[in-house]
DNA sequence: ATGCTGTAGTTAAGAGCTTAACTATTGCCT
DNA sequence: AGGCAATAGTTAAGCTCTTAACTACAGCAT
């Protein structure tokens, strides 16, 4: 591989003209500057990356770090939205996208992942950080690394985006509620794991109060994200509640798995039941029926995220931001059905899809 | 941050001897080495990663290259699925792993991607290659940097790991065939964007001939792997022939489009259409019904490429591989049923999940 | 003429690490 | 005692680039 000091020798100038001609530091006429390019074309020289790190202090590379806490990341279609976001914006501005995933637990760091934070090898960071008590940032924050969060793991003066998960919780509770659903069920993950999730709780329960409801008699169960989790608490909810018309599920792949257990038992989506998802993952749109839930802007969250994080490198100090939230009006929810005999061995020949009934 | 000197200069020894001690390469006592830790510790030391890229011409990193081509990547959750598992195993060698998304375009080359090869900057890399006329190695066979590829844009002497296609189609089909099924519609891409779909088509084509039907002659619709373009071929297909009593979809997403408006068309799945899918994406698993799909392993070929890739790093020649795929048994097959009037006007009340009919 | 400014290019000092080549010491064999 | 091998550690060169400091010189106002 050439180097700088072979292009310099091949365009008759001193390796520091090469430098300035390539990084276009001014000073060097246009006749300089065709030789200097000829002479790389020729030798088919590429800077080695490594070195202008060294020298430079900067190596064009970001960091995207997606922490594997209580869940695998890589099971999670929202990731690879939010990647996609992400990796459109670095992409333009030239720079490079090393994937971080490490394994944080409490009291417990990851002692590769801190090293690589250390390393000087990171221009700056983008963290996923939504669960209390460990931090993805943290080590950023000790050494200055230029960050930017996505998610409520924050501290003073970070730089953060966040999807407005208490207005979903609002939107999403607001229309089950206004559909004439009294007797409504959660589905959820475990208190604390998730500080998104927490709000969209919150935004729910606000709705409910306003209109004196208590939230916190509502049932609930505790899944873990997964299609499977999701079919396990409607199994669970629907057994110990048979008054319930609505499932309220926090995540997308919860409120699938819900529905087909819900069908398992007899109960037609949306007649007998409504189930809502959280997320608008793709695969909620194509489910059969579509599902109603709220569109995260995934991608659009990864390029402000991104995006955020190159003004910060330019000295800028941008605002933080919230992304916000929509409502997909999806085909499992519906007003609820007078109080139907659930018992699952007369399901009658008319459960389909259509029913003309008054 | 501390350098290699400042240990030195701490533990009392030359900054060779810290060198040493941290690479773990041999000639010091226990003694020094405690003497040389203990500095570390104090002074909270992290080698300079650009530095030791830069002296002994190894990065740690390796480049998981998933070229955007026909498709955005970001929409394919098998990518994702591969990732995770690359990323397990490149975790687990202490290497980190940057994450490149050329566009490739035939005679239009990413100057930025082939400035990242030749760059230094990568101890190794692991690309997707199944586009004919575009490679995504290329540029890494030319630097002669080591290399994996997953799928078939590979040459002599190369280093890859296939799904096997093949017999995916030929499982498939034998499994279609052998339900009764003889009207058989294919939903797949345009022809040369995918050698991974040519020979899934191949391996369905051989079982076709073994059993004296023309593959040819069954009816095509050209999709983009969307789910929207499954729904398009689908309601394309029926269309035009209504003695279909089968799809057979070249990837999930299709499938569940095709699904969907099949359904719309007034069939029930899979009493009036069998439809099948291939990938074994989770949303296959988690749709209603589920699908009857080929699970490629995803994870695994991921683990399999990483695997092999430190394989080459290390100096061995290790066997390229295929991996074996398997059918998965959903519920959207079923005996073609006998020529029924499919007159969307006409559903009976007895379109329901169970018929017991003889 | 003198001094100043601005432009074009060079020199050389790092940036922080690895490693080949070297020195010094010890233990062991004959 | 002499020689050799193995061990422990040091010295210093080198990896490739950036950039501050410098030289050289033309153009211009005073």
Redo the contacts between chains.
Sequence with gaps: ?PTLQDVAQRAGVSTATVSKVLSNTPYFTEETRRKVMAAVDEL?Y??????R??AAGK?H?VA?VFPYVYE????D?L???I??GI?SVI?QH?Y??????PRLVPDAPDE?Y???I????LDGMIAIDNVPGVSAVQPAREKALPAVVIGYGTREGDYWVRSDDFSGGEQIMTHVLELGHREIGLITVPENINMALEYRLEGMQSVCEARGIDFERLPRAHGDFS?ESGARCAADLLARHRELTALLCLND?MA??A??QA?LMGRHIPRDLTVTGYDGI??A????PPLTTIDQGAPDIGQTAARMLFDVLEGATPDSLVVPVSLIHGETTARPCPVPDHDPAS?S?????EDPSP
Tied chains: 1, 2.
């Design positions: 591989m088919g590429v800077p080695n990356l490594a070195a790190a060294l190596t590379i995207v695998p990341i890589f099971s279609p990731t690879l939205r990647l996609g990796e992409t030239g490079n996208m090393l994937l971080s995933t590769h801190l090293q690589l250390r390393s000087g090898y299609t792949r699938m798995g529905i087909q069908r793709p695969a749109a194509s489910f059969a399901i020949p008319s459960t389909r899809k």
